[in-house]
């Protein structure tokens, strides 16, 4: 089977949706932005063995590679509305392909997105999405808007995936709360319509793709302020307590990537109604710079957060 053969059996039908008028399998996509909005886009690229485990089911591959690249739009508070998937394979596997591509539709059915073009290559297993959409400027959210005196609210628990992660690094997925754990690695949670609702109301906004402590310090570092977390705020999920007990739940929580939550900053006159949106406040943000944590053990957290290259030499 060649590369276009592929295209057609396995990624052609997640490629309709409004506001395209020309889309896969053509040389380019042609797409239709509403008068006055301005174009947003995002590329996330997956690597097989770094971001997710070399024997990882090939949906939830798929259905991942989807949902964290969306993230990046909740961030924005803007919709998604198109993809381009470029797909780098050792061979064209098509148990794998079937998998992936409904793992692919799954995801794209839940955030109403397209699928409009992209590249499929021979080599090491890589998935790159780049995702498009649009909104007016005003709809628009930054990292670099937070005020001292805001208040830091984060939309849902924190360390579920770190956690669902360890456990199929070491192969143990036997309990509801295990299995929990790594259904909220494997399927990243979709938070763009919540951010739209909220946008309103926001200052700045940030996912945490990296860690709770490195996501945070980007926007604070952006926005020219401190931040301020109280650890004993931390949503935890039962499930991260019962499996792991607390010490590691709260390391999780601050260290861990991949939650895809996302952290906001918003005034004080804000807090009520984000909370009843689902926020959770955990801190605030104030004069100075660095992210400090209270109210919680001495974890050693100097140096955390996930980063490519980081043992490289410069």
Known sequence: MDEFALIRRYFSAI??????????????????????????????????????????????????????????F??????????????????????????FS??????ALVNDITLVGGDTTR????????????????????????????????????????????LLETGTVDTGAERHLVERFRRPPSRWRLAIRAAPQLHAAIDVSDGLLADLAHLATASGVAAE?????????????????????LRFALTGGDDYELLVAAPASAVAELETLGFIAIGRFALGEGVHVSGGPDLGLADSGYRHFRDAAS
Not at 80 to 98: G, H, I, K, V, Y
Not at 123 to 150: H, N, Q, Y
Request: aromatic fraction near 4%; charged fraction near 20%.
């Open 74 to 99: 909740a961030a924005m508070a803007t919709r998604p509305r198109w993809f381009t998937l470029a797909l780098t394979l050792p061979n064209a596997d098509s148990e794998w392909l079937q998998s």
């Open 15 to 72: 490629g309709s949706g409004d506001g395209v008028h020309l889309g896969v399998g053509d040389d380019a996509a042609v797409l239709e932005v509403p008068s006055g909005d301005l174009l947003v886009t995002a590329t996330d690229t997956l690597v097989a063995g770094a971001h997710f485990p070399l024997d990882e089911p090939a949906a939830a591959v798929g259905y991942r590679a989807v949902a964290v690249n969306v993230s990046d």
């Open 123 to 166: 080599g090491p297993l890589t998935i790159s999405l780049t995702v498009l959409g649009c909104a007016p400027t005003e709809s628009i959210r930054r990292r670099d808007g937070a005020k001292a005196g805001d208040t830091l609210l984060v939309s849902g628990p924190l360390g579920d995936a770190a956690g669902g992660l360890r």
């Open 102 to 107: 409904a793992g692919l539709r799954d995801a």
């Open 229 to 249: 977390v109280d650890a004993g705020r931390l949503p935890c999920s039962d499930e991260l307590l019962e499996r792991f007990g607390e010490g590691d739940a």
